[in-house]
């Protein structure tokens, strides 16, 4: 995208040059503030210093200098993974700088000082995000006895700040690779009882709640 972006600007300078006008400069879009904040606050609950291992989620572990020993696991429902020579390691509730040492640990019986790496690929659990002019932006889970809604979900983290725009709430969804942009009206809902509205929140939604203008 740099190229083209590069290669447009390029051009411009050139056709401007030629027609002895003055160059315009090509910026390239910037990313809106809404969508910097988002990106923000999702990396605040997932810094890889602060999350918690838990069930499903899928790891992929190197071992420097063992290249045979590359894998990639997912955390059991027991919260463990099962990696050769160590056997079952539990991870579950650790952080990753913390699941690496535990595996490390178990590998030192067999190799001279290991060296362990894990990378998180894909999180397994069901949580959202609830981001934006929300009393206590959050990471929260679905429960697994019941389906979690937006007004639920925005409940649970304190409600709005008095500045919310309550009638533009935004709730993003991944659907096969593609991002979608779902508009949920919150005062219908409970000022006006349009409870269809307050639609079920789905595992990696982002709930967010932007400012009002006026």
Known sequence: ???IHFFIWSAAILAAACAG???RTYTPEQPSAATMEISQGIEQFRRADAYLLQPGDLLEIKVFMEDDMERTQRVSGGGAITFPLAGNIKVAGLTVAQAEDRLSSALKTYL???QVSMLIKEYGNKTV???GQVKKPAAIEIPPEK?????EAITSVGGFTEIAAT???RVLRMENGVQRALDVDVTQITKQGNKSLDIALQPGDVV???QSMF
């Open 21 to 23: 006008t003055p160059a």
């Open 147 to 151: 389906p979690l809604t937006v007004l």
């Open 1 to 3: 995208m740099k190229k």
């Open 129 to 131: 995000y609830v981001l």
């Open 167 to 169: 009638g533009k709430v």
């Open 112 to 114: 001279k000082n290991p």
């Open 208 to 210: 967010f709640v932007p």
